[in-house]
Every structure is written in structure tokens, then in C-alpha cells.
């Protein structure tokens, strides 16, 4: 087992809050996407435990050390609520759980769990497995691919079926991506300063974003409609349907939120968490040779019930969302004036954990910007997300609290599913020429995206 310097969170408090202010050239740097994660670095070596930063006519409380972070997000987490940035996407999401109040959160989720039970994740994985054979079959040795685009186009044919059903999930991906792409970037833009107003404006960009939310609206309240009328199935939209206590009083409008919510996370941060692993690997080839060893021993295309079978595979996706946390940031604002680490939040005050530098502080991990997939073996070679020795509150791909996805399981059966398949057929490679940074936006993606030769195994 790994094990990381403590961190001294006594000598930590005693640092004066740093209030940072940004040059214009980080600004620049900051609305393409491309410096963002550098600015928290900055911000975390400057402030290793909490500081100010002060960006767009905002104040905000970033944290950086994991207990601080634990005790935003867990145990005084009933005191804060979703951030501003969440909200600004209720335009597109409405009322899901990623977006819902407090209130509303603790009645929905209860009615969205059932969708995500031990055995509907069964029946998901099968329709998942079948995503990636199909779109591996169309690969040909040799070939160039834009990975961060392949692995968008797999998760959303892997979502659209298990998510909105057999028989509308391929017309649904098609339909789909374009769409939320164009609502994704308006979200974008109205994070900027004093640009909330364009969403509303008749600027083409803004009439754009419109059509795509009427699209994606249209598409989802049809494939509800049509769920109802059959009366069941294995995908998700059943599911949320079957589990009101009286399926025919169902607000659709409520499904549709979370339905929405789902098909966002469900394709675009496993997509993101995908090219990043497989860029990964094209850079240890012996990694990917070992984890395709454990594949040959298992002597057949990985179901469900050979997933823990597959130790080597969860460490390697997870070792992924370390260096590369599709979900990189979280942030939350107090419903009420609240302490936390001896700082005082008012209420309405925001407070920033980046996931990056939690992924990536000395303080909590050995070599921590090294790839080390082994780090998550237990001496018994099992996968233990404790087996690092990490502190509490320095890993968190899914965040914490009450908040934490609840997608959770079906993101690692996705992943890890969809990664064996594809290592199974090939081995990419990336281009010798391919510029490689990240565009911290909604998601960890790629900035110049991903190509990658295809090699045959």
C-alpha cells in the first residue's frame, strides 16, 4: 500500500486566507479553458489550505486541503447547497437531481434510486457491451480517430439504449449529441461575466441553443410517452416510471429533468474518463499489456458478473479519474452563515473544491502525477478505493454527501466495460503530433481533442 505524507492540517489553519487576483493573460487563459486547472494549482500552492479568489466580479472560497473539502461536502454538508454554476444550467436540465433544491433533492431521490438497483445495472450492461462491439467492428487497423469524439459517439449509443430503450437509442445518439453539444456551449458562455443575457437574445448562436433544447425536450418527453405506453422495459426511463408509487400520476415533467440529467452524465463524463485513460495508456504500453492479460485469462468478452474478476481494470479507470477527474470541480453555496476549519462562509457565500488539485497533492499521494494503477490493489490484488492510504476528502470523482452521483455504479460497469472491449480489439496509440491539454469546461475534455492510431493486438 502506497502511503502519502500527512497532511497537517493544524499548520494549515494557521495560514492567513490569500486572496488571489488574476492577470489579464490568466484571465484569457481562463475563458478558453485551457489554464483553468493551472490557476487552482497556482491558487493551491499559494492558499495549501483555503483562500479567496476573486474572478468576474466574484468571491469565492477555494479549498484545497482533503479534511477542509470532507467537511464542506459531508459533514457539515446539510449547510450548503448546489453552486452557482449548477444553476446556471436549469435552462437545459431543469429540475434534475444535479440541479434540484434541497428539498426537492431529498423527495427525488428516493424515486430516481430504483433506476440504478444491483439488477437493473445487469440488464444496462449487456445493451453496453453490445454499444462497444458495434462500434469496435466498424474500427480497421491502421485507422486514425479522433478518440475524445469516438468515445463521445460509444457512450451516448451505450446511454441512448440503456437510458432511453432498444428501440429509440440509436435514433436518440444520433439526435442527441449535436444538440447537447450546442446547449453545453451556451452554458459556457453564460458563465462569463454579464453574459447570462445572451441565452435569451435573438443572437444566431442563442436561436441555436433554443432549437437544441426544444430538440432534445421533443426527443425525451416521445421516448416518456412512449415508455408509458408500453408499460415497462429494462431502460432507465421505465424505471423511473415503475418507481412512483402510482406510475399513471408520474409528473413528465419531472421525468424529463431527470431523464435529461442522466443522459449528460451518463455519456460525457464517462467519454471524457474514456479518451483520457486511453491516452494514458498509449504512454504505458505495459499497463495496457497487463490489463489485457487479465482479459486473455478470462477467455471471453467481459459481462456483468466477471466484473470482480477485473481488479486491474477498475484500477486502471481509477487511477485515470485521478490524474484526469471528468467532474473536476465542485463548488457549493451556504443556505446559512456556517464555520468551517475556523473560516467563516455567510450564507450565500460559495465555496470551490477542484478536484484536480485534490487528485494530484503530494500531500495525500506518492508520485502523485505518476500513472500507477497498482496503487489500487490491496495486498490481495483486489481494487480498494482506500488502498492508496489517502486522506478522507482527497479522492472524490463522484463528490460527497447527500449530493454524490447516484450513478455511480453504472458509471463504473460503463467504463470498465467499454474500456475491456476496446482494448480487446486494439491497442491506440497516440499521434506522434497530437497536442495534449486539457479545456476545463462542464467536464475534463480534451482541448485539441484526441487522435489515435488504431493497432492491431
Known amino acids: 500500500m502506497d502511503t502519502a505524507a500527512p497532511v497537517d492540517t493544524a499548520a494549515a489553519r494557521r495560514t492567513e486566507l490569500v486572496r488571489l487576483r488574476l492577470s489579464p493573460g490568466?484571465?484569457?487563459?481562463?475563458?478558453?479553458?485551457?489554464?483553468?486547472?493551472?490557476?487552482?494549482?497556482?491558487?493551491?500552492?499559494?492558499?495549501?489550505?483555503?483562500?479567496?479568489?476573486?474572478?468576474?466580479?466574484?468571491?469565492?472560497?477555494?479549498?484545497?486541503?482533503?479534511?477542509?473539502a470532507r467537511e464542506v461536502l459531508v459533514t457539515q454538508g446539510r449547510s450548503f447547497g448546489k453552486g452557482y454554476a449548477l444553476?446556471?444550467?436549469?435552462?437545459?436540465?431543469?429540475?434534475?437531481?444535479?440541479?434540484?433544491?434541497?428539498?426537492?433533492?431529498?423527495?427525488?431521490?428516493?424515486?430516481?434510486?430504483?433506476?440504478?438497483?444491483?439488477?437493473?445495472?445487469?440488464?444496462?450492461?449487456?445493451?453496453?457491451?453490445?454499444?462497444?462491439?458495434?462500434?469496435?467492428?466498424?474500427?480497421?487497423?491502421?485507422?486514425v480517430v479522433d478518440m475524445a469524439a469516438e468515445m463521445q459517439r460509444l457512450t451516448l449509443a451505450a446511454v441512448g439504449t440503456t437510458l432511453l430503450g432498444t428501440r429509440t437509442g440509436a435514433q436518440a445518439a444520433s439526435r442527441v449529441g449535436p444538440a447537447l453539444a450546442t446547449a453545453l456551449r451556451a452554458w459556457e458562455v453564460a458563465l462569463l461575466p454579464g453574459m447570462a443575457w445572451v441565452r435569451e437574445s435573438r443572437l444566431p448562436g442563442a436561436v441555436r441553443t433554443r432549437a437544441a433544447i426544444a430538440e432534445l425536450d421533443d426527443l425525451v418527453r416521445t421516448v416518456v410517452g412512449d415508455a408509458r405506453r408500453r408499460g415497462g422495459g429494462d431502460d432507465v426511463v421505465s424505471a423511473l416510471l415503475g418507481s412512483q408509487a402510482d406510475p399513471t400520476a408520474a409528473d413528465d415533467t419531472q421525468v424529463r429533468d431527470e431523464?435529461?440529467?442522466l443522459l449528460l452524465a451518463g455519456h460525457e463524463t464517462t467519454a471524457n474518463a474514456l479518451t483520457w485513460t486511453l491516452h494514458l495508456l498509449s504512454d504505458a504500453p505495459h499497463v495496457a499489456a497487463r490489463l489485457r492479460r487479465s482479459l486473455d485469462a478470462l477467455g471471453r468478452t467481459p459481462a456483468y458478473e466477471d466484473l470482480p474478476a477485473l481488479p486491474y481494470a477498475y484500477a486502471v479507470v481509477a487511477e485515470a479519474m485521478r490524474l484526469?477527474?471528468?467532474?473536476?470541480?465542485?463548488?457549493?453555496?451556504?443556505?446559512?452563515?456556517?464555520?468551517?476549519?475556523?473560516?467563516?462562509?455567510?450564507?450565500?457565500?460559495?465555496?470551490?473544491?477542484?478536484?484536480w488539485v485534490l487528485h494530484r497533492d503530494p500531500r495525500s499521494w506518492v508520485a502523485p502525477l505518476a500513472f500507477r494503477p497498482e496503487r489500487w490493489l490491496d495486498e490481495q490484488g483486489a481494487f480498494d478505493e482506500a488502498a492508496p492510504g489517502q486522506p478522507?476528502?482527497?479522492?472524490?470523482?463522484?463528490?460527497?454527501?447527500?449530493?454524490?452521483?447516484?450513478?455511480?455504479?453504472?458509471?463504473?460497469?460503463?467504463?470498465?466495460?467499454?474500456?475491456?472491449?476496446?482494448?480487446?480489439?486494439?491497442?491506440?496509440?497516440?499521434?506522434?503530433?497530437?497536442?495534449?491539454?486539457?479545456?476545463?469546461?462542464?467536464t475534463l475534455r480534451p482541448a485539441y481533442g484526441m487522435r489515435m492510431r488504431l493497432l492491431p493486438v
Not at 482494448?423 to 476545463?440: F, H, I, N, W
Open 259 to 261: 431523464v435529461m440529467t
Open 324 to 355: 484526469y477527474p471528468p467532474a473536476w470541480i465542485l463548488e457549493r453555496e451556504a443556505l446559512e452563515d456556517v464555520e468551517v476549519g475556523g473560516i467563516r462562509v455567510p450564507r450565500g457565500g460559495s465555496v470551490v473544491m477542484c478536484t
Open 87 to 143: 444553476r446556471q444550467t436549469r435552462f437545459l436540465l431543469g429540475d434534475g437531481l444535479l440541479t434540484a433544491d434541497r428539498e426537492l433533492h431529498r423527495r427525488q431521490r428516493p424515486v430516481v434510486q430504483p433506476a440504478f438497483s444491483r439488477t437493473r445495472i445487469a440488464s444496462y450492461a449487456q445493451d453496453m457491451v453490445a454499444a462497444a462491439q458495434e462500434h469496435v467492428a466498424a474500427w480497421r487497423p491502421g485507422q
Open 392 to 442: 478522507r476528502g482527497a479522492w472524490q470523482p463522484f463528490g460527497g454527501g447527500t449530493r454524490r452521483c447516484i450513478g455511480e455504479s453504472f458509471a463504473w460497469t460503463e467504463a470498465v466495460l467499454l474500456l475491456c472491449v476496446l482494448l480487446g480489439a486494439y491497442a491506440p496509440v497516440r499521434e506522434p503530433d497530437q497536442r495534449v491539454a486539457t479545456r476545463a469546461a462542464v
Open 26 to 68: 490568466v484571465v484569457r487563459g481562463v475563458v478558453n479553458r485551457t489554464r483553468t486547472t493551472a490557476l487552482f494549482e497556482q491558487h493551491a500552492r499559494r492558499a495549501p489550505y483555503a483562500g479567496l479568489l476573486k474572478a468576474a466580479g466574484r468571491t469565492e472560497l477555494v479549498v484545497s486541503d482533503p479534511g477542509l
